[in-house]
């Protein structure tokens, strides 16, 4: 069947794709949206280019204003650079911005008036009033001091923001074909070395992960997970790479 990447697409029953699809791009922007009546969640919302598509998405699947929490797992551009205007969008005020206390310092800058909720100041996890819980780990440096991850305890879903990133002219949502070595140059340059990819993947390793939702790339799911953490495991990237120019 073939996929229309013109509307939103569901990864889950309660969790869609809401992106923009740019033929002409290798490098395409996952934001999602878990709808967990009364809370909607919205995660990795994306760019000030990618709003218009991103929102009209979001449309077709709810209500703007019944978004209760975006999620902003690290401070790129390409991932909340659209904050101050989605905000304005869903336009109430009990509406809050989770993400680190690290990554809440900077992104205040984007003139930000809702209300934050620091993951870590909450013990890393968000309780939804469904009853749901929504937990945090911190990935420092992957790429971002402020990273964070995101799993949902219900579906077993992992959104890991830039970890797991593809850069791929051939991309599809969910992987297909080599989906491994088009992880390569995304953590090549953006990671910092293999040494903390390493000990990321060690944890993932020990969670119960049924599919990996990245922002950038395509979504993994059964055993395409433990490849591409041991693929990952072994990637010499960042300053690995550069050790050289460093001696
Ligand atoms: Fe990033
Ligand atoms: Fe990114």
């Known amino acids: 069947m073939k ?12 969790i869609y794709w809401v992106g923009y699809f740019d033929k002409k791009s290798n490098l395409h922007c996952n934001p999602y949206l878990i709808i967990d009546e009364p809370d909607i969640i919205f995660i990795d919302p994306g760019s000030i280019p990618h709003f218009p ?37 869903i336009g109430h005020n009990e509406l809050q911005i989770v993400a680190h206390s690290y990554c809440i310092r900077l992104i205040r800058h984007l003139g930000l008036r809702s209300k934050f909720y620091p993951v870590d100041k909450h013990d890393y996890f ?61 953590h090549q340059i953006y990671m910092p070395s293999n040494r903390i990819l390493k000990q990321c993947m060690e944890r993932f390793d020990k969670m ?3 599919r990996i939702l990245p ?18 495991k072994a990637l010499p990237c960042g300053i690995d790479l550069f050790e050289e120019a460093f001696a």
């Open 208 to 210: 119960d992960i049924e």
């Open 126 to 186: 968000l309780a939804l009033k469904s009853g749901r819980r929504l937990e945090f780990m911190f990935t420092p440096y992957l790429h971002s001091p402020g990273a964070i991850v995101t799993y949902d305890t219900k579906t077993k879903s992992l959104f890991t923001s830039d970890i797991f990133a593809a850069i791929s002219a051939n991309w599809s949502l969910f992987a297909e074909g080599d989906f491994l070595s088009v992880m390569d140059p995304y």
């Open 53 to 89: 598509i991103v929102m009209r998405k979001v449309l077709e699947l709810v209500n703007p204003e019944d978004i209760t929490y975006i999620v902003a797992q690290h401070q790129d551009p390409d991932v909340c650079g659209n904050l101050a205007v989605v905000e304005d969008i």
């Open 215 to 232: 922002q950038h790339g395509s979504i993994l799911e059964g055993e395409q997970i433990k490849l591409a953490i041991e693929h990952l």
């Open 3 to 14: 996929i229309d990447f013109n509307g939103p697409i569901a990864a889950t029953r309660e």
